[in-house]
């Protein structure tokens, strides 16, 4: 019999952080896994556990090959996404009883550290490993090139047996920290895997970082009273751009102001008292900036289209940021997928024979950010 209540003491919930050391060493090698689909799965073969006692090895080579590597002086840390215990659909107690019996069944000595919420612990973000750091190995920096991170969220495709990876967060999260990466595959059944290139590399952005969005330093501001409609999906930097660009424009959002209506009569309200506007807006199809440049007609001022031609991928990364991201003034709410899916499906490029006096494209530029936190957030997640 297991005695559950001697090891729930051992537990720290310590803000999204859930965490319990069980008997494990200080070492700088640090063999780092995630949970559920790389040490163990289901008993019932259900995609979710029914209760704690749910759980089998995920590959009988696995408590074999954990206490190989405890014994060669790695401390084994397993880093578990769970934010589905702030969502109330996992209760902690029972996740803290599944550990327990991982435990008692593999007696080899690990940590554990769990993200109960979809934040800046939540992996691929590093969060949940800056706590292990700063808290979990008794001051004693992890030697990364020694170090390695297993976990069966690689980003791939269907394969013959086995569906498609859900996410590529595991792999992500190895490169966010500059450790060695495998697929459970790959470190307990020692199965070679090229993997696929990611459809998204946060690490890809760095390299724009300070050029320009044009290509060419230029002034996007107009001395001449104008109306400026932006077109772009959420995520694709429009509120930051205008923060950043055109703040001296008064800046009219249907977020703020709930209704095209209410858009409106405020685009009509600013020329009338002499200023410019943006609207800031996504505007993806061409009655809904039709609406605009018939204001701009009416006052006789010029109308500009500035299109946002961003990734997807980006829009969809820039949205999640909105959510999890703490240290940034968000402009704008985090929005449900699918309208971000329904932009790119349904808009239609603005072009100058709808009537716009010129339109320019602006590619996506990371930054500048608001901190050092900022930036390392928008960079690990």
């Known amino acids: ?58 590959d009988e080579n696995v408590p074999k090959k954990l206490s190989e590597i405890h014994e060669n002086g790695f401390k084994i840390v397993i880093f578990s996404n769970k934010a589905g215990v ?25 940590q554990i550290i769990c993200a109960t919420s979809k934040d800046a612990n939540h992996k691929p973000s590093i969060g ?38 859900f996410s590529y967060c595991d792999r992500q999260f190895a490169m966010n920290l500059g450790v060695q990466f495998y697929t459970p595959e790959m470190y307990f059944q020692e199965l070679e895997e090229i993997l696929p290139p990611l459809e998204f590399d946060t690490n890809t952005l760095k390299s724009l970082e300070g050029q320009s969005p044009t290509e060419e330093e230029e002034k996007y501001t107009s001395e001449a009273q104008e109306v400026v409609v932006f077109v ?30 209410k858009c409106i009569e405020a ?16 505007n ?30 980006i829009c969809m990364h820039n949205n999640e940021q909105r ?24 808009c239609v490029v603005p072009t100058q024979s709808e009537g716009f006096t010129e339109v320019k494209v602006i590619n996506f530029i990371p930054g500048p950010f608001e901190s050092d936190d900022d930036k390392e957030t928008y960079y690990t997640y």
């Open 1 to 58: 019999m297991i005695d559950e209540q001697k090891y729930l003491k051992t537990w720290k919930h310590e803000g999204t952080i859930l965490f319990a050391d069980f008997g494990a060493k200080v070492s700088d090698k640090v063999a780092g896994f995630d949970m559920d689909s790389t040490l163990i799965t289901t008993k019932s073969g259900l995609m979710l556990a029914k209760d704690s006692s749910d759980w089998v090895w995920w």
């Open 86 to 110: 702030e969502m109330g659909r996992i209760d902690p107690i029972d996740l803290q009883q599944k550990f327990t019996q991982i435990y008692e069944s593999l007696k080899v000595p690990f």
């Open 128 to 165: 949940m490993w800056k706590y292990f750091v700063s808290n979990c190995n008794d001051g004693i920096e992890p030697d990364k090139s020694q170090s390695f991170y297993c976990g069966d969220s690689a980003g791939r495709p269907k394969r013959k047996d086995k569906n498609k990876d």
């Open 232 to 261: 772009g999906a959420p995520g694709s930097g429009k509120s930051t751009f205008w923060k950043n660009y055109l703040k001296d424009y008064v800046r009219v959002n249907n977020e703020i102001l709930k209704t095209k209506q």
């Open 267 to 282: 685009a009509r309200k600013i020329l009338k008292e002499g200023k410019s506007c943006v609207i800031d807006n996504t």
């Open 284 to 313: 993806p199809k061409i009655e809904a900036r039709s609406d605009y440049i018939s204001i701009a007609e009416e006052f006789k001022v010029p109308c500009r289209a500035f299109y946002f031609n961003t990734d997807k991928n």
């Open 323 to 346: 959510s999890i991201n703490p240290n940034r003034n968000h402009l704008s709410k985090k929005t449900p997928r699918l309208i971000i899916n329904v932009f790119f499906k349904n």
